[in-house]
């Protein structure tokens, strides 16, 4: 693999890493407005 290609394989897998990030974020946020509902409607 030459470094080019190299680079582009580096730069495509920290894309990849980022899109995760924000799903987990995404999905992190989710949970909260979840657990915040359930605690309005229990009161």
Not at 7 to 20: F, M, N, P, S, T
Not at 21 to 38: G, N, P, Q, Y
Request: aromatic share 6%; no cysteine; charged share 40%.
């Amino acid at each position: 693999m030459n470094e080019a290609a190299f680079d582009r394989l580096a730069e495509e897998i920290r894309a990849d890493i980022e899109h995760a990030r924000a799903l987990v974020r995404r999905h992190v946020a989710f949970v909260r407005e979840i657990r915040s509902a359930r605690r309005f409607l229990l009161e």
